[in-house]
């Protein structure tokens, strides 16, 4: 394992040394240094304009490693040197308590507001004491949605918000089915855990409007799990995974 990381380690070393090795010419100077001296608007704005490939850049913030730079874009966390002459791609692990930084400083910055979620169209399930909180975005014709929610019966004392996200060929009839039933969370647990087919549903669905949640959350694919903290994971969890993020102990 210890073997596995120092390596992984060494990797990431490489690519950090030679990843993005594009100087920013200098006017009347192709070849010359870049006259950019860490200003962080003078940053993004270099990067902005030589180097719109990264996409939109939100912010630039002064970081106290190494002198470095993050790049926050819309969807990612970058680094660069003052100059801007290396783009590094990566993780950054403080060795002597074997934190990754960048994870911990990306949920900060790309965490969801998770009180601003628009409950509403969801599916609310309550297990125990309901205590504990998560939702996700859910397709019914999705296998990983179907391991999760095997590894969901495994977990008590936390209230549930399906965000049902039809985005699989005949998955959108099955969504109706269930959004229309007298019993949604039967109706549900019946389809993914026992392969029960809901009736056919009569009633209008907030199908549309769930697919604008997931864009503005830049989320493509299911499963996406979103926790209280606002830490948005893309991807089945096993039991023991989800139950450190409910508690807060994720990355700990």
């Known amino acids: 394992m210890l073997k596995s ?10 690519s950090c040394a030679y990843a993005g090795e594009t100087r920013v010419p200098t006017k009347g100077a192709p ?3 870049s006259s950019v001296h860490g200003d962080t608007s003078m940053i993004k704005d270099t990067l902005q304009k030589n180097y719109p490939q990264i996409g939109e850049v939100d912010k630039v913030n002064k970081t106290n490693i190494l002198g470095l730079y993050e790049v926050v874009t819309k969807d990612q966390l970058f680094y660069t040197d003052e100059k801007v002459q290396y783009l590094i791609n990566g ?12 994870e911990e400083r990306s949920r900060k910055l ?22 504990r909180k998560m939702a996700y975005l859910t397709d019914p014709n999705c296998g990983y949605c179907k391991k999760l929610e095997g590894e ?16 699989f060929p005949g998955s959108a009839e099955k969504v ?6 007298k019993d949604q969370v039967k109706a549900w647990d019946d389809l993914m855990l026992n392969n029960v087919q809901p009736p056919t549903g009569t009633c209008n669905t907030p199908s549309s409007r ?24 893309p991807g089945y969890q096993p039991a023991a995974e989800l139950e450190k993020a409910l508690n807060g102990t994720a990355g700990h």
């Open 152 to 167: 969901l019966r495994h977990i008590d004392n936390v209230t549930l918000y399906l965000f049902l996200y039809p985005i």
């Open 210 to 233: 769930v697919l604008e949640l997931a864009k503005k959350l830049n989320v493509s694919g299911t499963p996406a799990l979103i926790f209280a903290d606002g830490m948005l994971v």
């Open 176 to 181: 109706k089915g269930v959004w229309c039933s």
């Open 5 to 14: 990381f120092v390596l992984s380690l060494a990797v990431l070393a490489c």
């Open 91 to 102: 993780n950054i692990y403080e060795l002597k308590t074997m934190r990754n930084l960048t």
């Open 110 to 131: 790309f965490a969801v507001d998770f009180n601003g979620l628009p409950f509403e169209l969801a599916i609310k399930k309550v297990k125990g004491n309901g205590q």
């Open 31 to 33: 070849d010359g240094p």
